[in-house]
C-alpha cells in the first residue's frame, strides 16, 4: 500500500484562483480593493522571503500590499503607533505582523493592538474566543489549510477520530476547535502524552505541528489514516555543509502506511499563504458588508 500523496501546491494554486475570481468580481461591482499590510521588523532571511512571497502572491490575485520594513532596534513603542495608523487606515484590511519579533518587543501586545476585524492571521484574543464558542472569526491559515485538506480528502469528518500533536496556539490549539466544529472526536497530544504512538494509531486524522524533525514512525499510523504534516525543520543534508526540509513525520515510512499525506515541501506550506489572501477577502467583505463566498 502507498498513500496519495497530496499536492499542497495545486490545491493553493485552485484557492488563489477563487479568490481572484471573488476579487474580480466584487471590483466590478464597484467594490474596493482589498489591501494587505505586512510588517517585517529585523532583517531575518526566513522572514524576509516569506514576506516577499506573500507580497507576491498577493499581487497575483489582485490583493494591494502594503509593506513596512522597519529596523531591528525599532522600539515597542514605534511598531504600536504604526500598528494603529494601520488600524486606521481604510485602504488596510488585513495587518500582518511578521514573528518572531526582536526581543525587545513584547509580542503578544502587538498582536493584541491590532484590530480583530483586520487580523488575517487570526491570533487575536477576540478571534480565538469566537473560534473557541462557534462564532464567527477570522481563524489562523495553517489549520484552516488544514482543515481544507482533510475535508477534501475525507468529505463529512464527523465521527472521524483526529489526533493533533502539538498545542500552538498558532496551529495546534486552533486546529483542534476547527476539527471539533466539524464533530470530530479530538484528542490533543504534547510533550506529557502517555503512550504516544498508540493514541496515534487509534486517529483517522494525523496532525502533526510539533516541531521535532520525523517524530511520527510509520508503524504510529493507522492503516489508511490521513496524515497532515505540518512540520518544517531543516536537518544536516546528504552532502557536507548542505541541508534539507523534512516533516514531523518520518515521510518514508508513513507513506507506506497511510491513505493519504501531505509531503514536506509541497503540502501545508503553499496552504498557509493561499488561506492568508482568502482571509484578507473575508476581511475586506465585512468591513464593507459585502458578500463573502467560501474559495473551495
Partial sequence: MSAKIIDGNAVSAEVRTAVAAQIASLQSQGAPTPGLAVVLVGADPASQ?????????????????????????????????????????????????????????????????????????????????????????????????CLLL???????????RAIVLGRSNIVGKPMAQLLLRESATVTIAHSRTQDLPEECRRADIVVAAVGRPEMVKGDWIKPGALVLDVGINRVPGAEPGKTRLVGDVAFAEAVKVAGAITPVPGGIGPMTIAILLRNVLEACCRLHNLPFHEVL
Fill in 49 to 145: 522571503v516569506y514576506v516577499r512571497n506573500k507580497n507576491k502572491r498577493a499581487a497575483e490575485v489582485g490583493i494591494a500590499s502594503f509593506e513596512h520594513y522597519l529596523p531591528a532596534e525599532t522600539s515597542e513603542t514605534d511598531l504600536l503607533r504604526l500598528v494603529d495608523q494601520l488600524n486606521q487606515d481604510s485602504k488596510v484590511h488585513g495587518i500582518l505582523v511578521q514573528l518572531p519579533l526582536p526581543k525587545q518587543i513584547d509580542a503578544q501586545k502587538v498582536l493584541e493592538s491590532i484590530d480583530p476585524a483586520k487580523d488575517v492571521d487570526g491570533f487575536h484574543p477576540f478571534n480565538v474566543g469566537h473560534l473557541v464558542t462557534g462564532g464567527a472569526a477570522l481563524v489562523p491559515c495553517t489549520p484552516l489549510g
Fill in 150 to 160: 482533510a475535508k477534501r480528502e475525507l468529505g463529512d469528518l464527523a465521527s472521524k
